[in-house]
Structures are given as C-alpha cells and as structure tokens.
C-alpha cells in the first residue's frame, strides 16, 4: 500500500496545481477579461506539467527557462498567424520543431525548453488572440510565474526541507536493504538505495562546495551525506557477505538518522552524549561483530558526528550525451512529423487544428521514456480525458462548476506528472477542452480530439521506428559501456587510492550502473529492429548486472581487513560489443 499510497510531495503539488489554474480563470471571470486569464491558465498548465519535487533554486531555473522559452514562441506564432500568410504558421512551426530538437537532447532543462518554444509556437499560431501583440505572451509568463511563486514560497519557511528529506532517504533505503540482506531481495534493495543515494546527491549538489562561511544548517547536511555515503558502502559490503543481520545492526541507519538529521527544534548535540567509544563495538551492536562488514559499520555508527578532516564529496559522473548525428536525426525527425502534423492540421481542422502539432511536441520525447509507450499513453489518457470530462458536463455547463473541474483535473495531472504519463495526459486534455470552452470555441470535439491525439501519435511513432530504429539499443550501448569501464575502474582502484576518492569512484560507478540500468529498459520498451551488430538488451541487463556485483565485491573487499576470499562466479565484467559506425 505505500507504494501507491500518496506522499506528501504529490498532495502538494496537487494543490499547487488546483491553484495555479483556478485561480487566473476566477479573476478572468470576475474581471471580465476571459481570454487573458485563459492564455494565464495556459502558462499555470505548463508550469504545473514541469512542478517538481527538486531543490528551489533548480525549481526555479527550470520554470524561469519553461516560460520564457514558451513565451518566446506564443509570440512568434501569434506574429506568424497575424502575418496573414498561409504557409507563415508551418514555417514557424518547422523553425521551431528544428530548434526544439537540436536542443532537445542537450538535458533535461534544456529538453523542456524546446518542447514549450514549440507548444507556443503551435498555440500561437492556432489560436487568434485579439488585443495587442504583447498580450498573450505576458499573460502566459504570469501564469507560470505564478507557479514559480507557488513551488518555490516553501523556501522561505523550510530552505532546505528538499535536502534533509532526500538524505533521510538515503538512510530508509540502507535500513531496507540491511533488512533484506541474506534474502533474495538484497540486490533489489541495495539498487533501491543507489537510486537513493543518486538523488540525494543531485539534490545535494549545490551544497558540495565549501566557502570557508558556511551556516552549520548546511554543513550538518554534508555530514550527514557524507555518512550516508559511506554508510551505502558499508551496506554493499554486507549485503555481498550474504547472512541475515541481528536487528540491531538493522536499526543503525535510523540511529544516524536521528543523531545527524535531528527533528525540528531538537539540538543536534544532544544526540552525542550518547555515542558509544569507537572501540565500543558492542555498545552499538549488543553483540561483538564477526565479520568485517559488522565490524565497519559498528566503527561508522560510533564515528558518526565526530570531528575529523574536512572532506568534500565529489560530484557524480556526467552520463555519455547523445552525439552530434544523433541530434540532427532528431531535429530532421521532429520537424518533418510538426510538417506532417500541420498538413494533416489544415486538410481536418484548417485554422483550429493546433492540436496534432502539440501532440507531436508532447510525444516526440525519445529521453523521456519510451517513445512507443509514450504514445500510447497519450492516447489512453485523451480518451480517459474526454469521458471525464463529457460526463462533468453532462451533470452542469455552470462556469464555476467547470473552473472547479479544471481545479480537479490540475490537481490529477500534478500528481500524475511524478506518477504515470497517462494519468497526466487525462487531467490535461480535460483542461485544454475547458480552456479553449471559455474562450468561446463551443464546438463538441471531444471525438476529433481522440482522432487528432491518435493521429499524431501515429505519425511519430511510424517516423520514429521507420528511420531511427536504433538509438534507444545505441544510447544503451554506449551508457553500459562507460558504466561497466566505471567499474572496471573502480575495481582496479579502490586499494590504492585514498577513501575521498575511493567513495568518489564508487558513487561515480554505482550511478553509471543505475543509469546504463534505465536506457536498458527503455531499450526494451522501443520495438523496431536493432541490427546485428547490436547487443540484445537481456545481454546488455547482464553486463550491468555483472558489473554491479563486481563492485559490491570491491566494496566487500575494501571493507574488509583483508581480501574477500570466496570467488564469486561474475566478478568479472563481460565485455559489450561496441556499437558500430
């Protein structure tokens, strides 16, 4: 049940969502300035799509670039749409979808700011705007903006709430996998509380430099980070010895957990009038350790919160980009499916059929999952969209009634952002059919809709895997590759270099595995042909997972007093084929 159940950073994005959007469509209301508040709610849609659980300040990057980026591109398809021209809208649209895709393989930021230069363009160009030029796009920016104000006021009260909550994490997730360890869930654990550690780490990230005045607020986060580091060491080397552990080594974590992440208004020395000798073992056991992993982790539970040389952790490793061919493919491919989209948009819906372009946007995101399944989604969630939204409608047309609607729906979609692609897709096609009812399109296209939304996605998904087949197998090629030499290094390393850059390396290696691990499904999620010279992504899942207990060897081995004696049958990594060309 916890698992599905929600937690309290989708409630609140939930409400974020359900006040962003109400909020500017009551005032257009109220005012009288509908169409306004409608291109505000436009903006808030797209802010809440991007909302997210990260730091502040990444927060705030991310929505700040988002807005402009869509800003820029509402106005550049209103001036398109203006013109006059006929073909003005589809050049803007394909100089737009160029844009898009040559940035959009370049992170995540700067994949969200391509896919809303597009969506404005699209929605600029198909949807007339009377007033000033200047209108729509500063409505759209106050939209967003308040978004930014909404996700990011926390900060004020709680500045780095974002941060203690991602390290806490870290140690449930070692608690969790000492639980398991001796059981056939202990890889599984011990990948849960990588993917841990890798998030507590990006969140950490901006706090891993030391300016020499720091508050002690954020140097307790690094210590207790840097614990936690280490302390994901010290569980992979007792995961690898491979017996069940006493409960009181099990409940370690939580005991650094509350003596370096003290609750809220508790004095974090308090806590070390308790800590045992270092040489006390068995004050933090109750019993005397017998093996080396036993034995590190009842020395890091008694060296916890101790003074000792300033370390500062590295940063994790950046992940192999896609190359140069690889985005010019996606660039040609993106605008030649918005051209497709746009034909199809003017031959169906002449000036009213924004709605294929913006599907492409939404869909044609091969870093975002896959493409395949991305479609399909998209489908799934329009129809879901359209029935929720026709029976709200069948039982009131009453404007506040539906405003609230719009409020619920905002609030699904938040949810479904950090959830599942479908359930986002279904509270935004409800909205976008609210959205274009108020600006007085009064038209019943909820069946049009469900046709342009599997149109669209027809159109990428016959581009995608017709003339680029291979780049979900050739980007997971190339993560496994430098996952598995990060490891290699690691193993030839580790003894000989001192503990900084030794937990440097196996962060650096754990992380690699982990993302090489998601490519590799998303592999798996992208039908088409791969080619002979390609690995099968089971072959390549092997060599990650062979690599991964190669390293949980060396940590076994670098915690221990003396070499790990047992062999272990894949402690040794199978070489990847490379990809060729």
Known sequence: MSSIAPSPASCAAAARGAVALAVPLLLGVWTGAVVPSVIAGIGALWGVSQDGSDP????????????????????????????????????????????????????????????????????GGGIPVPGPWWHAPLAL??????????????????RHGIERAAVRAVYRAAAAALSAAGTPAAEDARRRLTAALDHAHQVMDRHLTHDGRERPERAALREAFDTGVRLGEVTSALLWEGRPL?????????????????????????????????????????????????????????????ARP??????????????????????????LCVLLAQVCAEVLHEPRGYWLPM???????????????????????????????????????????????VAAFAALMAVGVRRHYALATTGLTAIVLVLVDLL?????????????????????????????????????????????????????????????????????????????????????????????????????????????????AVSARTVAARPVVRPHPVARCAPVRPVAG
Do not use: K
């Not at 920016?141 to 709680?158: D, I, M, N």
């Not at 129809?383 to 405003?403: F, M, R």
């Not at 290696?509 to 088409?528: F, I, N, Q, S, W």
């Open 440 to 552: 007085g399109d009064h038209r019943q296209l909820y069946g049009p809709r469900i046709l342009d939304t599997s149109l669209a996605s027809a159109i990428v998904l016959v581009a995608h895997l017709v003339l680029w087949p291979r780049s979900a197998a050739q980007r997971a090629v190339a993560l496994t590759e430098a996952a598995v030499g990060a490891a290699q290094r690691y193993g030839r390393l580790a003894e000989e270099v001192p503990p900084a850059q030794r937990h440097a390396l196996r962060r650096g290696a754990y992380h690699l595995l982990a993302e090489a691990r998601r490519a590799v499904d998303h592999a798996r999620g992208e039908p088409g042909r791969r080619g002979r010279d390609l690995p099968l992504p089971q072959e390549l899942a092997e060599a990650v997972t062979t690599a991964e207990r190669l390293c949980d």
């Open 56 to 123: 502040y300040r990444r927060r705030v990057r991310r929505l700040g670039g988002m807005g402009l980026c869509a800003a820029a591109g509402l106005l550049a398809g209103e001036l398109a749409l203006r013109s006059g021209h006929p073909a003005a809208v589809t050049v803007c649209l394909v100089a737009a979808a160029l844009v898009a895709g040559a940035v959009g393989l370049r992170g995540r930021i700067a994949a969200v700011c391509g896919m809303h230069l597009l969506l404005g363009v699209t929605i």
């Open 359 to 405: 599907t492409v946007a939404f869909v044609y995101q091969p870093d975002f999952g896959p493409v395949a399944r991305r479609a399909l989604h998209r489908v799934a969630g329009t129809v879901a969209g359209v029935a929720a939204l026709g029976t709200v409608t069948l039982l009131t047309q009453n404007t506040y009634a539906l405003i609230g609607a």
């Open 141 to 158: 920016l106050a939209g967003v903006l308040l978004v930014v104000a909404l996700s990011a006021a926390p900060w004020l009260w709680r």
């Open 246 to 306: 006493p409960s009181r080594a099990t409940g370690v974590p939580a005991l650094l957990a509350a003596r370096l992440l003290p609750a809220a208004g508790r004095r974090a020395d308090r806590a070390d009038a308790d800590l045992p000798e270092p040489a006390d073992a068995r004050a933090v056991l109750g019993t005397e350790p017998d093996t080396p992993g036993l034995r590190a982790l009842a020395a890091l539970a008694a060296q916890a919160g101790r």
């Open 310 to 335: 300033h370390e500062l952790p590295a940063r994790l490793p950046t992940a192999p980009r896609h190359g140069r061919a690889a985005r010019v493919r996606y660039s040609m491919l993106l605008a």
